[in-house]
């Protein structure tokens, strides 16, 4: 267990689900350091409405997506998710509540590009309407109302129902922007903060200042990539064709054809970009969709499957389970029970 102190909430993991702990540090008001660290002896199928809308800058050091850090709100929507067994888990989290979460909010939206600026500023539109019937002009209001107005703890929507289709097909950009890996930097702070030498009020302190560290070492991972304003318009036209061509995708020479490029320059401009290649990003489009057509549609698991792209059932399954650690169709009954 990192070092702890009287002031610290610690939860450990039930011996009938598995081993570790969760460690909770109250840096102050509005700023939070979590540590988790567990080994579960099954899967669990969880489903809960988060409350108080915190955001998370999450770093992941053992499990599933090792090595790599996540921008990660929080709008307080049930959610419903896998938690794989015999695996360690572990990854430090640094979370922001009002009155500071605005901020480094508005900090992660100001380096995205521009067109995926526009697609966040769309969701903010959706998530605000949901919470008050209505919308306004200014996307600071909204955001700044839909982080500081939770969501009703009993609430039944998820982000699955309340994004139109055209939106929805796009959240997958917004997750590839939204993981980082972890650099040398961010690995030698996070070190620093699971080594630290102090007590009380010195320990708040120094953990706080490497909190914030860990956090601006994010930010800076998202600057723009080095490419050519040319090249990487091409690779940002590749990322909204395939979306709108997931059932019938294009080859990847075709596509690099679409966009006036070739084929390695694609490969290599869009894993600069989004950190996946195109068909990486394109299957990660298809299992958004089948995951939100199980969720919400009535349509059998070989429909699904069809409706993605997929003309065989146990490919599709195959992907399912690795993107999301459980059958289609189990994932859709556990979608039933809960709705």
Known sequence: MLHSDKSDRIMVCPSHL??????????NEDLTLEIFDYTLSRDIVIEAASVGNPLKFEFQLSGADAGYS?????????????????????????????????????????HLPPHIYCLAERVIK???????????????????RV??????????QTFEQILIDDVYSQIPVLDCVARNPITP??????????????????????????????VTLYLETMLQPHLDKFDLSSIYQAETILPNQSTNPPTIEMLARQIGTNRS??????????????????????????????????LSVEEVALTVGYRSRSRF?????????INPKAFQIQAWQCA
Not at 18 to 27: K, P, V
Not at 72 to 94: T, V
Request: aromatic share 14%.
């Open 185 to 214: 930097a961010m690995k030698q702070v996070i070190e620093q903060i699971l080594s630290c030498p102090y007590q009380g009020a010195n320990r708040r302190a120094y953990l706080e200042q490497k909190a914030l560290k860990l």
């Open 126 to 144: 959706f998530l605000y309407q949901y919470q008050n019937g209505y919308t306004i002009s200014s996307t600071a209001e909204m955001l700044d």
């Open 317 to 325: 399954a195959t992907a399912f389970r690795q993107d999301f650690g």
């Open 70 to 110: 996540r921008f990660s709100p929080n709008f307080g929507l049930k959610q419903l998710w896998i938690e794989r067994s015999r695996h360690r888990e572990m990854r430090a989290a640094i979370v922001f509540k009002p009155p500071i979460l605005m901020t480094y909010f508005q900090k992660f939206m100001s």
């Open 18 to 27: 598995g081993q570790g702990y969760f460690q909770q540090i109250e840096l």
């Open 265 to 298: 320059k694609l490969n290599q401009g869009f894993h600069q970009v989004y950190g996946v290649t195109p068909y990486g990003y394109l299957r990660r489009c298809r299992m958004r969709q089948a995951r939100r057509l199980l969720l919400i549609s009535d």
């Open 147 to 156: 982080l500081h107005n939770a969501i009703a703890p009993n609430a039944y």
